[in-house]
C-alpha cells in the first residue's frame, strides 16, 4: 500500500482446504484491511480463498500488490529476503513479547514478512525467522495475532487508507449504512444501502 511504511507481506502456512477456508480467507482480508501489500499462501492453492480474495479487491479497492499461492514456504521465505531485502517475523505464542520488539522491527527500516500458521508450524521456522513475536502468550488465533501486530506496526495510520480504485466506499455514519458508489451504477448503490 502506497504511503504506508514497512511494507508488510503475510504468508500462510498450513491452509487445510477442507477445514481453513473461512479463517485464511480472514487473515486475508485482515492483511488487506490493516495495511499488508503481499499475501502468500504457500504449498496449496485454493482458489475459492484466492476468489474471495480478488472479489473484495476489485469491489473495495485496490490494497494487495501482490497475491500468490502454491510456492513452497522456503521459496517465499527466499523471495523476500533476496528481492525484497526484507525481515521475517514469525507470530507464535511462544516468541518474544510484541511490546518490547516491534520498535527494534520498525528501527530495522525494512520490508517485514510476517508468518502465521495454523495447526502446527514446522519447527525450522522458529529458526529460520529473524523474529519470533507473540500477541501476548496465550493460544489464540492468527487472525487476531495478524491484526493486532499490523496495528502496533502501523501505529493505526492503516485503519482509514484509501484504497484506490474502489467501486464503493462508506461513508461513516452514526446510525444505519451509507455506502456510496464511486463510478458504479445506482442499483449497487441501493443495494449497498439496504439495512
Ligand atoms: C491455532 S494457532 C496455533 C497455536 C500453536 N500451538 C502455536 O504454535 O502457536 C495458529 C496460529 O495463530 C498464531 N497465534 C496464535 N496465538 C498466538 C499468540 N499468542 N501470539 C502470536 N501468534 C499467535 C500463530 O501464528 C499460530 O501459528
Redesign the pocket.
Known amino acids: 500500500m502506497e504511503g504506508i511504511e514497512p511494507q508488510a507481506g503475510i504468508l500462510r502456512?498450513?491452509h487445510r482446504p477442507k477445514r481453513d477456508k473461512r479463517i485464511t480467507t480472514h487473515t486475508a482480508l485482515v492483511a488487506r484491511a490493516f495495511g499488508a501489500s503481499y499475501y502468500f499462501l504457500s504449498e496449496v492453492c485454493d482458489m475459492s480463498v484466492m476468489d474471495n480474495v480478488l472479489s473484495v479487491e476489485k469491489r473495495w479497492g485496490r490494497g494487495f500488490k501482490l497475491v500468490s499461492c502454491g510456492l513452497s514456504y522456503k521459496d517465499y521465505i527466499s523471495i523476500w529476503r533476496n528481492y525484497m531485502k526484507g525481515v521475517i517475523v514469525?507470530?507464535?505464542?511462544?516468541?518474544l513479547e510484541?511490546e518490547r520488539e516491534i520498535d527494534g522491527i520498525k528501527k530495522a527500516g525494512k520490508p517485514v514478512l510476517i508468518?502465521?500458521?495454523?495447526?502446527?508450524?514446522p519447527g525450522e521456522i522458529y529458526k529460520i525467522a529473524d523474529f519470533n513475536?507473540?500477541?501476548?502468550?496465550?493460544?489464540?488465533?492468527?487472525?487476531?495475532?495478524?491484526a493486532i501486530?499490523l496495528d502496533r506496526l502501523y501505529n493505526g495510520q492503516e485503519l482509514y487508507y484509501k484504497f484506490e480504485d474502489a467501486k464503493v466506499q462508506i461513508e461513516p455514519s452514526a446510525s444505519g449504512k451509507k455506502v456510496i458508489s464511486i463510478g458504479g451504477n445506482k442499483d449497487e448503490k441501493e443495494k449497498y444501502n439496504d439495512a
Open positions: 502456512l498450513g514469525h507470530l507464535t505464542m511462544y516468541g510484541l508468518i502465521i500458521g495454523s495447526e502446527k508450524v513475536i507473540s500477541v501476548g502468550n496465550q493460544p489464540h488465533s492468527e487472525v487476531a495475532a495478524l501486530f
